[in-house]
């Protein structure tokens, strides 16, 4: 167990203020940055996605189900994949509890994937998931959208991913990412922002829960700690000294 300084009561307030204004900086920060965000320019989708859902074959434009803001989660399931990646799995865990807040307020979450729909369905059912999930198989989204790459491209030594080139010994054939669309009055969809690698972080309430926790993410290297949730053994309890 890491050790810290200890302090008098009124040394803690001192610092823990010093933190506070810290932390207002911080908040200060992120709501210029979401403003930024919601200032970038639109693209309009030109290209005729389609997917394999659970009712049948749906294009971009329908997988909005009547809204007019679609969050698409890429969840890296690839197509010869027999399961879905633990970090990917680590961020669905947190969407069901979301769906009835945004669904009123007028945003559909989605994940999507390249393995077929049947993989996906069995996935989902063993992590007891109940988010909408459909299959890219076989389509461009993926690629149009730089979460899937061909084994061309990763031996080409590098690939476009996160907005620059990312070397290949970094990358893998999925990758994820979060990308937002927007459904105008006349079923045009436009792409208004994407985020890859750490860009969906702050959607993990966990990690935002053990950032306050004592020892932290107590992690090795990013997610280190994470599995699949029905894969954890159950922790070791720490005893105190005097316990019986």
């Known amino acids: 167990m890491q050790h810290h300084q200890l302090a008098s009561k009124a040394e803690w307030l001192e610092a823990r203020r010093a933190l506070l204004r810290r932390e207002k900086e911080f908040t200060r920060l992120r709501d210029a940055?979401?403003?930024?965000?919601l200032a970038l320019p639109w693209v309009r989708v030109e290209k005729d996605y389609a997917f394999d859902t659970p009712s049948g074959r749906r294009s971009l434009a329908e997988l909005f189900d009547g809204r007019s803001q679609l969050m698409i989660y890429h969840f890296m399931f690839g197509p010869d994949?027999?399961?879905?990646c633990p970090g990917c799995s680590f961020m669905a865990d947190h969407?069901?509890?979301t769906l009835p807040?945004?669904?009123?307020?007028?945003?559909?979450?989605?994940a999507v994937s390249r393995a077929p729909l049947a993989k996906l369905e069995t996935y989902r059912k063993r992590m007891g998931w109940s988010f909408p999930w459909v299959s890219s198989f076989g389509g461009d989204f993926n690629a149009d959208f730089h979460v899937s790459f061909t084994k061309e491209e990763l031996a080409s030594g590098s690939v476009a991913y996160n907005f620059t080139q990312t070397p290949s010994e970094q990358a893998f054939d999925e990758?994820?990412?979060?990308?937002?669309?927007?459904?105008?009055e006349q079923g045009e969809v436009f792409h208004t922002y994407s985020s890859y690698a750490r860009g969906g972080e702050e959607l993990l309430s966990t990690l935002m829960i053990l950032d306050r926790a004592p020892r932290g993410r107590n992690e090795t290297s990013t997610l280190s700690f994470v599995k699949r949730h029905d894969e954890y053994e159950e922790p070791a309890r720490a005893h105190a000294c005097c316990a019986a």
């Open 33 to 37: 940055i979401n403003a930024e965000r």
């Open 81 to 84: 994949w027999e399961a879905g």
């Open 95 to 97: 969407f069901d509890g």
């Open 101 to 110: 807040h945004l669904n009123n307020h007028d945003v559909t979450l989605v």
């Open 175 to 184: 990758l994820p990412g979060m990308s937002a669309f927007s459904r105008g």
